[in-house]
């Protein structure tokens, strides 16, 4: 009966990686029990939550006047702490079903927020019901959950593209030896598709069509075999719905920016390297994570631009929930390297 109970309290601990795009959450002894998008939509008329995450993220520009569809995380913080409490307390309740669920929490976050960010996604989670709240780095967590030997004397180098920042960093030893965090990430490259088809076709897209069409036809280097296909708007000149025909090279040209301040945030720090780590690197290669690294043709790019081998994680999307969730399972080993709240 005692190990039952005991059980029971280990699997209400929980890691979330709270992502500006999606949010995953490990419990522990369970796995990945959840992944849904940061979106809430709220009822103006008394405040209350109408949906949260894949229902919510349907929802964005189709809302009528009372109910707005939010996401209160931008570039890797919280833009709006009351609606991320909200969104937390929900996937904290949905997980575990109780009504007086305290679990431990782990929190990914970019490496770059200050520490008033830091302070103020502690106290989210504290609000939402946490019990006590560990931080730990993303580019430290991807790291972990790619499978890297983080804790050897060797360099590895890992690079996180997420929705709302980029974060690279090169970690031995257990430790993060040095790092970039860029606020340009998947929403960036969404929204220089919509600047460019307004620019060149005079149409107004929306946030999930230029997303949908990120997926479908970008691309960081030139493609075998490009491709051309109908897109549909709102012409700014008539009002009217509007199709035209755009090429996976217009739309290599639209995010050419964002990628190459991606490319240049790993050329920085590559720069700042120390040259016994920079040999290690050049065996190892550098592990692209996050849903950045899966845009088509982004690590033939950085390895024509870096020189150094490129490998793209397993399962970039959930390396971060997957490392924060294995330091979750060893919270005794991984305790020394996470920032926490005093106990309560």
Do not use: W
């Amino acid at each position: 009966m005692i190990e039952k109970n005991k059980f029971s309290l280990l699997g209400r601990d929980m890691a979330v990686d709270l992502g500006t795009a999606n949010t995953l959450v490990y419990v522990r002894g369970r796995g990945i029990v959840l992944s849904e998008p940061s979106v809430v939509a709220i009822d103006d008329r008394d405040g209350k939550v109408y949906a949260v995450g894949a229902q919510a993220k349907q929802m964005i520009g189709r809302t009528p006047s009372n109910i707005r569809a939010i996401r209160p995380l931008r570039d890797g913080v919280i833009a709006d702490f009351e609606v991320c409490e909200k969104m937390l307390r929900y996937f904290i309740h949905r997980v575990h079903q109780r009504r007086f669920a305290k679990p431990r929490m782990i929190i990914c976050v970019p490496s770059g927020i200050t520490g008033v960010e830091q302070r103020a996604v502690m106290e989210a989670a504290e609000f939402a019901g946490a019990r006590k709240a560990y931080i730990i780095e993303e580019p430290m967590a991807a790291a972990i959950g790619a499978g890297l030997p983080i804790n050897e004397p060797t360099g590895n180098m890992v690079v996180d593209i997420g929705g709302g920042t980029t974060e690279v960093a090169v970690i031995s030893l257990g430790g993060i030896v040095n790092s970039a965090s860029i606020r340009v990430g998947g929403d960036e490259l969404d929204e220089a598709i919509i600047t460019f088809v307004k620019k060149e076709f005079q149409l107004a897209l929306g946030e999930r069509t230029a997303e949908e069409i990120k997926i479908q036809m970008g691309s960081a280097y030139p493609l075998q075999e490009e491709m051309k296909a109908q897109i549909r708007g709102r012409d700014l000149v008539t009002g009217l719905p509007k199709t035209v025909v755009i090429s996976t090279e217009q739309i290599r040209q639209a995010i050419e920016e964002p990628v190459q301040a991606i490319i240049d945030a790993v050329k920085s720090t590559l720069d700042r390297t120390p040259p016994e780590l920079s040999s290690d690197l050049m065996e190892q290669g550098i592990v692209l994570t996050g849903g950045g690294a899966l845009l088509n043709g982004l690590a033939t790019r950085l390895q024509v631009e870096t020189n150094m081998p490129i490998v793209v994680a397993d399962d970039p999307l959930n390396c971060v929930a997957m490392g924060s969730g294995m330091c979750l399972e060893n919270l005794e080993v991984f305790e020394r390297m996470l920032k926490t709240t005093p106990s309560r």
